[in-house]
């Protein structure tokens, strides 16, 4: 039986154990056709996407080179052989995601909140963040790693670390924390003027505000584009191992490719990064898909 009401305004409502309208009624019979449409539209974007995709490939292959690029590029002997060592190079390449991700969130964090403090009291702190900011954002990463990778230790100073892996790993800390402070502050500024009024009316000071009603929900906005940022860094890893650390999968697989005269273990290493990073792609697009539909349920708030 139909609960919620009478009059044609309103919506009926169906617990389990009623019956249902008809299959053939009104509402069927108007999307029926919307749904056969977008099956044909599915249909024809696969069936011209192969069709293109089949193009390009026997373009390729029926090309005159095409035998010496399969042996340089996709020869499977060299695959099988030099794979092992440049997966277990990787994990190399892991550690410095590892170590690197916690001090990057945690220095960022500090950095946008101090670009958010507000008042001319705070204009010292806010203008050393800015200053960071920009000067890390201008700069290659790669120069901080070279700068930082060799500099550091040639001063031989007292009680400091001379690993260059150390110090590489330490530049992609300063250089992407620059980059990650400016996704929280956009996170912090999206955050209504109204959540911090209300939160001082009820006798919070500036400090538990930040801490308890703005930068959480800074936090959980921001998800999404954070791990585009860690995408990068993963990929950035390479710097640290091919400029002054001992060789990652990457360094490793050009070294197998100068040894071998052959390019297959550089794409061996491309399929390295690749089992790490689509994964982390698909997640943002899940993650920023699911705040959309949170947002549209919520009415947008």
Do not use: C
């Amino acid at each position: 039986m139909a609960r919620g009401g009478g009059g044609e305004g309103h919506r009926a409502r169906y617990l389990p154990g009623d019956p249902r309208p008809p299959e053939g009624g009104p509402t069927s019979r108007i999307l029926a056709p919307l749904r056969a449409e977008g099956a044909r539209a599915v249909a024809v974007a696969v069936a011209s996407t192969v069709v293109v995709l089949g193009v390009l490939g026997w373009s390729i292959t029926r090309s005159a080179n095409w035998p010496a690029v399969r042996d340089a590029f996709f020869n499977g002997l060299e695959f099988r052989e030099t794979f092992p060592e440049i997966a277990r190079r990787f994990l190399r390449n892991v550690a410095y995601f590892m170590v690197a991700e916690p001090f990057i969130l945690a220095f960022a964090l500090l950095l946008a909140v101090m670009r958010s403090l507000p008042g001319p009291v705070f204009f010292p702190i806010r203008a050393m963040a800015i200053v960071y900011t920009d000067f890390f954002r201008g700069v290659p990463t790669v120069l901080v790693v070279y700068i930082l990778g060799f500099g550091v230790p040639a001063l031989g100073l007292a009680g400091v670390p001379r690993d260059p892996g150390f110090w590489g790993v330490v530049a992609l800390v300063l250089s992407y924390s620059a980059y990650v402070a400016e996704v929280y502050r956009a996170g912090i500024e999206s955050v209504h003027p109204s959540q911090v009024a209300a939160a001082r009316s009820l006798g919070l000071g500036r400090w538990p505000t930040l801490r308890y009603v703005v930068i959480p929900q800074a936090v959980r906005r921001v998800v999404p584009p954070l791990l585009n940022d860690f995408v990068a860094l993963q990929k950035d890893t390479a710097l640290v191992a091919f400029v002054v650390a001992a060789p990652e999968a990457f360094k490793m697989a050009q070294i197998q490719q100068a040894a071998r005269f052959n390019f297959t273990p550089l794409l061996a290493a491309a399929l390295m990064f690749l089992v790490i990073t689509v994964p982390l792609t698909r997640t943002v697009d899940w993650l920023v898909a699911r705040e959309r539909r949170r947002r549209e349920a919520g009415g947008g708030l």
